[in-house]
């Protein structure tokens, strides 16, 4: 028996995104957010409160990096998402993490998170609650040992952290159950 629940805004697995800026003085910023995600192709769009840190530099910027956060640095992710860089000058310096400069954009690169994305600013959108800011991925970097043979990002190597939204916690994944886009033929062929 299934119960109402009303409205539930909430998914599972949401993404634990690190989003990397740059302010006028080149100071470094990462704020953690979860709501984001890959669309038209090559793109990423991320859902920023105004205001924050992080939108006042991306808006001066226009430029931003997205870094998957791994189990191994949970902690920083989880610290980037509670204090803000408007309040903390040294938000990003007090965790001892290294940033280096993006050869492709103006946006810093947090050494220590295996996999970030490189992005362009190419639009906001404006929704009532929050704006959805549009990347466009011009470069990905990725760690050599979370690859695997075929160059391809291995989830499992890089043990990348996921965020519930239902009860607000940090998980990683499981095992692989199938092949996506192949394990479904069967029921094709059983027809
Ligand atoms: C797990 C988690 C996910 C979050 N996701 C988002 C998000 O998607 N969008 C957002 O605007 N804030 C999100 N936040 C809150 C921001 O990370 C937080 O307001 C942060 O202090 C902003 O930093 P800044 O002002 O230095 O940019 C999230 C926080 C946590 C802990």
């Known amino acids: ?13 949401m993404p634990v995104l690190m989003i990397g800026t740059y302010d006028k003085n080149k100071n470094v910023n990462v704020m953690n957010a979860a709501w984001g995600q890959i669309c038209d192709d090559d793109k990423i769009m991320i859902f920023i409160g105004e205001g924050k840190k992080t939108w006042n530099n991306i808006v001066k910027s226009k430029a931003f990096t997205v870094s998957l956060a791994d189990a191994k640095h949970i902690t920083e992710a989880d610290y980037f998402g509670i204090v803000s860089g408007n ?19 103006n946006a810093p690169i947090i050494d220590e998170f295996p996999v970030c994305m ?37 989830p499992k190597k890089l043990n990348v952290a996921l965020f519930d939204t239902f009860k607000l916690g940090y998980y990683t994944i499981g095992e692989e159950i199938a092949k996506a886009f192949d394990v479904g033929t069967k029921l094709l062929k059983d027809k």
Request: with cysteine; charged share 30%; proline share 3%.
């Open 118 to 154: 490189e992005c362009e600013l190419i639009e906001i959108v404006k929704l009532k609650y929050t704006n959805g800011i549009v990347g466009k991925i011009v470069n990905v970097k990725a760690d050599e040992n979370v690859l695997d043979e075929k160059d391809i990002i291995d």
């Open 87 to 105: 309040k903390i000058n040294d938000k990003f310096t007090h965790t001892g993490l290294t940033a280096i400069p993006s050869e492709h954009v």
């Open 1 to 13: 028996m299934k119960k109402d629940l009303g409205v539930v805004s909430a998914v599972f697995p």
